[in-house]
């Protein structure tokens, strides 16, 4: 582990300064997509995929001192982080050998992916989902709506939940089907958020028409092909959890190192952060050194996302208060844009109502509604 | 001292026997029976958490008759205890002075006092909080004597000795007193807590054993290891009200429906059970601090301070909330946590006095 880490750290400290004079405006899509491919040709951040994929094989305790090291450098996240994090390891596990293919392109960003799982009529309610795929010779013809997805303006590839079986029990008629972006009937609009980026979109498919061969593990299994990529979702809260521990140090720092006067009153707030995200730290090591003990993780992850998500959010409100007038104008433009920003840690990715449902139902056995 | 010397897994089996123990020795009812009695002890409790299961002595080596282990797992015990309510000093001589005591490396002490503390034949308390107005002091008179008075002294009535800590002309020392020593008074006082009774000791003059020398780096490791058993005790507690909570969430109905049903009552149960869990990382992970690396015991232990003082008093008065009119009876046993939840969220600091001194750690304040 100590020489992964030297070699991580000797890699940073080389790749970093080069890909920033490369790209004076980080910010550029470009930009980001260069660091992606500069990390994965490090097989940096594909160190717990099989070396088969062009991983590392390594588990995931190794992978959250990497992402350690990665946010103590200060690297920024990668764009496709849905596309590594969610959408390759489960082609790896449903995927046929076609399909794997994609596995080393979603890593370089030769192809980009999205998943299209929310609707206008189902969000929370995800298993309500609407569009519609029904076989025609050996070609799904897709017609229907998604809504809010990430990164489909930049996608090649959708990860599309669609209703196969209208008949069925609402959880068991849906089919995960790969859609390339590019083919007719398709149409991706911007949905400009309130932060002013227009990273989700909604998507229009008007007899759109895939391969059947498309299709991720069995007709009318896409919801547990869905949720086992959720799950990965899920195991990455830990990492999460993490970085806002190691934000919350620099922020202190900062905030020491600065000569701005802070109250009283946002010196304790700090210190409750601290004391928090110490706390949402130690939870998710917990977690992980369960996973890299072969036991499967139950109900923490739920339990992070929810202590991860509030706390987030209550971190860029402060950072806010501590950028005073200067937030309100602009001139402390990160500030406005992540207090904006946090608004969505308790909407994506399961709100944190029904976080707090699944808790209550599922891990202290409470009766539904 | 160690941090642990055993596995997860022992240390879960020694989990299921302190249970067992409690679940047979302390149900509410005898709880109950010995706090209504006034003797501020439940005796066989605690001749068996000393004797049989060697609780008493954990924290002791074995050469003084102990088990030589360390915080991992005598905040198993903590947890076990605080959850049934024992009535037992466990804090005060299973915890408090065996540390104050190591801390203070006096070998001669050691051979004299640890053995009676690990067999249970002696309750040692520790004297640490001044009375009101007060500062403590021990003067050099042909043998040193103790001046001064100390409040909320834990089970100060069983006691046999009390450790004191005092100010010297020099600095800051450990003392040790018999209990019935002359121009020592004991006067029992109100306490919040009803399981663990505290009392008002007043010391004129009495005679006292000072234990090693200066003492002001050893009482700062106490403290923090105060706050870490401390810690364990409001975790215990919470994860015992948070399953009190959800049973009854899901037995009582209202509307034609179990209240666990309504969203107010299962988010607020979803909210426990984060809170439980992060109290349970915080302390397992803060029990297991290696000792030699005192700067880190001291920053791991007001963090999960801060963070269980701040929430297990959430926790129970949610308690509460969740249960209406009967969670504000004297006959449920919501309030006997309350009382012993707010008391330890007080010992050691509470979560505000924590995060100050956190900020000093941090540089936020000067
Ligand atoms: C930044 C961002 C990125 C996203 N990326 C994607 C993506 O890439 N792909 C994708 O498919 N989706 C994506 N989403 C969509 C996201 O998953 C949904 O927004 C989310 O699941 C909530 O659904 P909704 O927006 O329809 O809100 P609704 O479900 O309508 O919820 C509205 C409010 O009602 C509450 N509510 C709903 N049901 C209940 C209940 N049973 N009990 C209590 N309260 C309830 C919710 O908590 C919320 O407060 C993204 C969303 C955001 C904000």
Not at chain 1, 286 to 302: F, H, N, R, Y
């Given at each position: 582990?100590?020489?992964?880490l030297?070699?991580l750290r000797?890699f940073l400290a080389n790749a970093l300064p080069a890909w920033r004079a490369k790209w004076p405006d980080q910010d550029t899509w470009e930009a980001k997509?260069d660091w992606q491919?500069t990390m ?24 959250l001192a990497i992402e350690d090291v990665v946010a103590q450098y200060g690297a920024p996240q990668i764009p496709?982080m ?68 990430s ?41 400009k958020q309130i932060n002013g980026g227009a990273e989700f ?35 990455g809260v830990a990492v999460f959890a993490g970085r806002l521990e190691q934000r919350i140090r620099n922020l202190v720092e900062d905030v020491t190192k600065s000569d701005t006067q802070i109250s009283p009153i946002i010196a304790d707030e700090l210190a409750e952060f601290y004391v928090e995200s110490r706390v949402l730290g130690m939870m998710g090591r ?17 339990v992070i996302k929810m202590v991860w998500s509030e706390l987030s959010q209550r971190v860029d409100t402060t950072v806010m208060e501590l950028a005073g007038i200067d937030g309100i104008t602009g001139d402390a433009n990160d500030a406005k844009v992540g207090y904006l920003t946090a608004r969505s840690a308790t909407i994506a990715a399961?709100t944190s ?17 | ?215 002001s780096d050893?009482l700062k490791a106490?403290n923090a290891?105060?706050r870490i058993?401390?810690s ?39 909210e426990?059970?984060a809170h439980?869990?992060s109290m349970?990382a915080a302390?397992?992970t803060s029990?297991?601090v290696?000792?030699?690396d005192g700067a880190s015991l001291h920053e791991q232990s007001l963090v999960v301070k801060a963070y269980c003082a701040r929430f297990a008093p959430w ?30 969220e007080i010992?050691f600091g509470d979560a505000l006095s924590c995060r100050n001194q956190l900020q000093q750690l941090l540089g936020l304040t000067a």
């Open positions: 582990m100590d020489a992964l030297a070699d000797e997509l491919r994965a040709e490090g097989r940096w951040t594909t160190a717990t995929w099989p070396e088969e994929f062009g991983g590392r094989g390594l588990g995931t305790m190794e992978m496709g849905i596309g590594v994090k969610n959408v390759a390891p489960t082609l790896m596990r449903f995927g046929n050998d076609e399909q794997r293919k994609s596995v080393a392109k979603i890593a370089n960003t030769d192809e980009f992916w999205c998943q299209g799982f929310s609707e206008p009529g189902a969000g929370s309610d995800l298993a309500s989902l609407r569009t519609r795929a029904v076989i025609d010779g050996d070609e799904f013809v897709i017609n229907g709506q998604k809504v809010w997805t990164n489909g303006m930049y996608a090649t590839h959708m990860q599309l939940l669609a209703r196969t079986d209208p008949d069925a029990p609402k959880h068991k008629g849906i089919s995960a089907i790969i859609v390339p972006i590019d083919t007719p009937g398709l149409e991706v609009r911007p949905i979109a909604e998507v229009f498919f008007t007899d759109v028409r895939v391969p059947v061969a498309n299709l991720i593990g069995p007709l009318n299994e896409g919801w547990n092909v869905t949720m086992t990529t959720l799950g990965h979702e899920r195991a917990q977690m992980l050194a369960k996973i890299a003990g072969g036991v499967a993780p139950g109900s923490e992850s739920s399961g109502d029904i976080v707090k449902n699944i808790i209550g139902d599922r891990v202290l056995g409470l009766p539904r509604d | 001292m160690n941090s642990s010397t055993t596995s997860a897994s022992e240390r879960a089996d020694f989990r299921a026997s302190l249970r067992d123990f409690f679940t047979d020795t302390s149900p509410e009812t005898r709880v109950r029976e010995v706090i209504a009695s006034d003797s501020g002890i439940d005796e066989a409790a605690w001749r068996g958490l000393a004797t049989d299961l060697g609780v008493a002595g954990l924290l002791i080596p074995e050469e003084f008759g102990g088990q030589g282990m360390g915080m991992g797992e005598m905040a198993v015990a903590l947890e076990e205890a605080s959850r049934a309510l024992a009535v037992v000093p466990l804090l005060a001589s299973g915890v408090l002075a065996p540390i104050a005591i190591q801390l203070a490396g006096d070998a001669a002490v050691n051979v004299e006092v640890l053995p009676a503390i690990a067999d249970g034949s002696e309750i040692i308390t520790v004297a640490l909080i001044d009375g009101a107005g007060v500062n403590t002091v021990a003067r050099d008179e042909n043998g040193w004597s103790v001046y001064g008075s100390k409040t909320a002294v834990l089970n100060a009535r069983i006691a046999n000795r009390i450790l004191v800590v005092a100010t010297t002309p020099s600095g800051t020392g450990l003392f040790l007193v018999d209990a019935k020593a002359s121009g020592l008074v004991i006067t029992p006082q109100q306490s919040l807590d009803l399981t663990r009774p505290t009392a008002l000791v007043t010391f004129e003059g009495v005679a006292a054993t000072r234990i090693g020398g200066e003492y050893a106490l290891y105060g058993a401390v364990a005790e409001l975790l215990g507690m919470s994860e015992k009200l948070m399953e009190v909570s959800v049973e009854y969430a899901k037995t009582r109905v209202q509307f034609g429906k179990p209240i666990g049903a309504f969203q107010a009552i299962k988010h607020r149960c979803s426990m059970f439980v869990e349970r302390v397992e029990s297991l290696d000792p030699a926790v129970a008065e949610a308690t509460i909330q969740v249960h209406g009119g009967i969670g504000f009876t004297w006959e449920h046993c919501a309030h006997l946590y309350l009382r012993r939840v707010k008391t330890d010992l």
